[in-house]
T-cell receptor, first 115, second 115 residues
Framework: NAGVTQTPKFQVLKTGQSMTLQCAQDMNHEYMSWYRQDPGMGLRLIHYSVGAGITDQGEVPNGYNVSRSTTEDFPLRLLSAAPSQTSVYFC??????????????FGPGTRLTVL | AQTVTQSQPEMSVQEAETVTLSCTYDTSESNYYLFWYKQPPSRQMILVIRQEAYKQQNATENRFSVNFQKAAKSFSLKISDSQLGDTAMYFCAFMKHQGAQKLVFGQGTRLTINP
């Protein structure tokens, strides 16, 4: 199993550009989420999904869009990048039920810089 | 809303010593989960230990153990016989027992193990 994969690992954008951060998991997890990590603030939840076709907002959703058309993939879209979106982005996934249902597996992260 | 506070931004100990990382949280929920995650320089988020609030017994995982004080809303992590590979950022996190699996993270503690 590859686990949770994220692409790209690094990205530099100019203000106003758009892009999509990719996230995929091969563990048949129902639950997927996106977090951002900023210095001194820990990780904060952006959006999450409890299954294909179902998404909801987290703590800091502004400026980001998500969709979930398959169980495996959960892309995060930046519509018009701003310097405040400079951060490290993590995707995570977990089962929605079962013994280890709330053990979230994290991807390796994407470091995004917006100039 | 839930909040998680880690009051020690940085800690440093000698190899083989025991170290305790502090975490306090605020919630009105009666049942929930608490986690400690490790983030080494590779940036990968790794689950260290998990505690269910309704369980009285403190969780242990090899050299890692927690001191869970529900009334005081305190959840500290003890690392025994510390090793150089324990050098990392450590994050305390909270999750409600019911509903979406939304993790609320503390600010993190940077732990350095010196040879």
């Amino acid at each position: 199993n590859a686990g949770v994969t994220q692409t790209p690992k690094f990205q530099v954008l100019k203000t106003g550009q758009s892009m999509t951060l990719q996230c995929a998991q091969d563990m048949n997890h129902e639950y997927m989420s996106w977090y951002r990590q900023d210095p001194g603030m820990g990780l904060r939840l952006i959006h999450y999904s409890v299954g294909a076709g179902i998404t909801d907002q987290g703590e800091v959703p502004n400026g980001y869009n998500v969709s979930r058309s398959t169980t495996e993939d959960f892309p995060l879209r930046l519509l018009s990048a701003a310097p405040s979106q400079t951060s490290v982005y993590f995707c995570a996934s977990s089962h929605a039920s079962g013994v280890s249902y709330n053990e979230q597996f994290f991807g390796p992260g994407t470091r995004l810089t917006v100039l | 809303a839930q909040t998680v506070t880690q009051s020690q931004p940085e800690m440093s100990v000698q190899e083989a010593e025991t170290v305790t990382l502090s975490c306090t949280y605020d919630t009105s929920e009666s049942n929930y989960y608490l986690f400690w995650y490790k983030q080494p320089p590779s940036r990968q988020m790794i689950l260290v230990i998990r505690q269910e609030a309704y369980k009285q017994q403190n969780a242990t995982e090899n050299r890692f153990s927690v001191n869970f004080q529900k009334a005081a809303k305190s959840f500290s992590l003890k690392i025994s016989d510390s090793q150089l590979g324990d050098t990392a950022m450590y994050f305390c996190a909270f999750m409600k027992h019911q509903g979406a699996q939304k993790l609320v993270f503390g600010q993190g503690t940077r732990l350095t193990i010196n040879p």
